[in-house]
């Protein structure tokens, strides 16, 4: 489908940036007031009431604490969706900001209040300030952070609900500075599965242990050999990450444990392979166990799926993108091996999903999932101008 520009690309720049100071003090409030996944109370009153303030349809109650805006100009019958995430992590924050969590142990660690600002500042603009014509869905989603909001959005009726011919969502990028996006087509981030394997031989005096089945070897047999699969099952030219995060087993020095519990997260960027490491993994862990004489319980948990940009939406996201901050900010991005359940959302709409630069080294650079994290705000404006011309150009 080719579309048309319905806006002035460079205009959007500065008129988003006189703004932005309003919403960098929504962004740092949110900061301030983090909320774990479905937990988003607070989050989601301030953003229903920015949207019903400008005019937007606002539904509540798709994910718990979902919110979706609705904005119809025109007659137009094309319709497009634009995704923030606005859950914050179990991090106790050690950035020393004004701004910084109240409520040890939570806090915005991955840019999520960011996420969340830029897209109330395009909501604002598109209302106000820019006409276009057809439907507009802002979608404002619990639970990104490995609790799968996105899928119960989803599987409670997003879709049949608010119908999304295309849907966009982006997030920042530490390394990447600030003024560049990069985009690329085809799998951009890994799937992800969680495992649990849980081992159980017999207890023993630590002098003595003949007399006990040790969990605790099977375990680190498992954790060695868990690797080969990757060396020597898997294509060198495919991307696959086995991590053991976790080993629970015993609690002295001499004696042997009864019982050994490993977790284990499993990521690949093609679902064929996915496929074929849940096998083996399975298989192997049960011949361990089995060699040691032990009982074996596995739970292999499905999380995030492989998030894959479709060409026609990356491409159209790339000439936004280009037309917005000019051909030499704007660059592609290798698959990473983080996940995003973004991707359920792009296996029932065809869509992107966006890098905006947080920064480099000091200014920006720290990367997410760290309690010394920021959002950049003076990525907000450029998100939110982002937002506002390809939204525009698209409902035309």
């Known amino acids: 489908m080719e579309k048309t520009v319905a806006s002035e690309p460079h205009e959007l720049l500065g008129q988003l940036h ?57 007659e137009g019958t094309k319709s497009i969706g634009i995704r923030a995430d606005m ?48 439907r507009l869905h802002l ?16 599987e409670e009726g997003l879709f049949e609900q608010f119908p999304c011919d295309e849907i966009y969502a982006l997030h920042n990028a530490p390394g990447l500075p600030v003024g560049q996006m990069a985009i690329s087509s085809g799998p951009a981030m890994a799937s992800f599965d969680r495992v649990t394997v849980t081992l159980r031989g017999r207890s023993a005096h630590g002098a003595m242990p003949h007399h006990g089945i040790d ?27 086995i991590t053991v995060g976790s080993i629970q087993a015993g609690e002295v020095y001499n004696i042997v444990p009864e019982s050994a519990v490993l977790k284990i997260g499993v990521r690949a960027l093609d679902p064929d392979v996915r496929r074929k490491v849940e096998q083996r993994l399975q298989a192997f862990v049960q011949a361990q166990a089995s060699s040691y004489q032990l009982e074996c319980e596995i739970e292999y948990l499905h999380k995030y799926p492989v998030l894959v940009n479709r060409p026609e ?19 592609e991005r290798p698959p990473t091996m983080g996940s995003e359940d973004f991707a359920y959302m792009l296996q029932h709409r065809p869509g992107a999903y966006i890098r905006l630069g947080n920064g480099v080294g000091e200014d920006g650079g720290c990367m997410v999932h760290n309690p010394l994290y920021d959002f950049n705000d003076k990525a907000l404006h450029i998100g939110a101008a982002f937002w506002v011309h390809l939204a525009s150009s698209y409902l035309v």
Not at 34 to 40: S, T
Not at 91 to 113: F, N, Q, V, W
Not at 226 to 232: A, C, E, F, Y
């Open 18 to 74: 006189s703004t932005a100071d309003e919403f960098i003090a929504i962004r740092r409030a949110i900061h301030a007031h983090p909320e774990l996944a479905f937990e988003e109370q607070r989050t989601s009153d301030l953003v229903a009431e920015c949207l019903r303030n400008w005019g937007y349809q606002v539904h509540r109650g798709l994910g718990g604490t979902g919110v979706v805006g609705v904005l119809q100009k025109g």
């Open 215 to 241: 969990s605790m070897q099977c375990a680190a047999s498992i954790v060695l050999g868990l690797q080969s699969i990757i060396t020597r099952e898997i294509d060198a030219q495919q991307a696959v990450v």
């Open 313 to 331: 939406q990356t491409e159209y996201a790339r000439q936004a993108a280009i037309r917005l901050l000019g051909a030499d900010m704007v660059g």
């Open 139 to 154: 979608i404002f989603q619990p639970a990104e952070e490995n609790e799968g909001g996105a899928l119960r959005m989803v």
């Open 87 to 134: 859950d914050a992590l179990p991090i106790l924050e050690r950035t020393g900001l004004d701004y910084a969590s109240r409520l040890p142990g939570k806090m915005h660690a991955c840019g999520h209040d960011g996420h969340t600002a830029m897209l109330l500042c395009a909501a604002r603009y598109l209302a106000q300030s820019q006409d276009f014509n057809g």
